[in-house]
């Protein structure tokens, strides 16, 4: 059936009220579809699978989660006091920042692999002492066995767990991070790469800790203190963080107690 045109040229007023609905419907679509996507209804990149986009970001784009910086393993318990010396002296001192956090800005578990298990998931997998129990379709965990280090508590049951992020998420930011990109501060936040950055605690501990450093909280089992500074000292070298002054000489006096105390 041929189209008759208006003598402007443009198209009959019907065949634009019907176009201009389609485009509306369509809005609603992504809409929806992106809506579920932040509410974790759908997999993150559903939309753009759809849109056919996911091939076609540039590397080191938007929406590129940057490669969260090496990872100098430690292989054991033991504190390499030599080695965190070293780290910690290369670290800047330098004052906080901590006005202007927001903790929306820094997109914390979510799936790094595009997959169902979001990072707080594979952390209380990678934790527990014995295999974990994951829910029918795989995506969430019920049961596992966990040591806090903090306390040296035992659970097994994943909804008095946390999952601590050993440098917290506002440290981070006023010791640096308030310059990082959203997409550096989603690595941090869903650092899976080493297992130094996020930790399974109990949820008193976690939240005893807050956002708080050495110089204000230290964990309550006394002999995980050493530890404890040992791996903050490395979080902090690996992302390039700040310490300011206090948190500096708090730090370094503990680092040579303990030091004494192993020899």
Known sequence: MAVRWNKSGGMPRRGRSLTL???FTVLAVLAALALAERLHLLPAGTLESLLGQEEKKPRGGRGHTPAPPPVVARSSDRIDFDRTQALLD?????EE???GYVREEWPHWIAPDRGCLNAREQVLIRDSRRPATLSRNGCSVLSGDWLDPYTGERFTDPGQVDIDHRV???EAYASGGYGWT????AAYANDLTDPLTLLASSREAN????SKGPEDWLPPKRDGICLYVADWIAVKARWELAMDE????TVGNILAD????AR
């Open 258 to 261: 303990c030091r004494r105390s």
């Open 90 to 94: 290369g670290i800047r001192v330098e």
């Open 207 to 210: 939240r005893a800790k807050g």
């Open 182 to 185: 959203r997409e550096r501060r």
């Open 246 to 249: 206090r948190e500096r000489v």
């Open 168 to 170: 917290p998420l506002e």
């Open 21 to 23: 609905r389609g485009l």
């Open 97 to 99: 920042r901590r006005r």
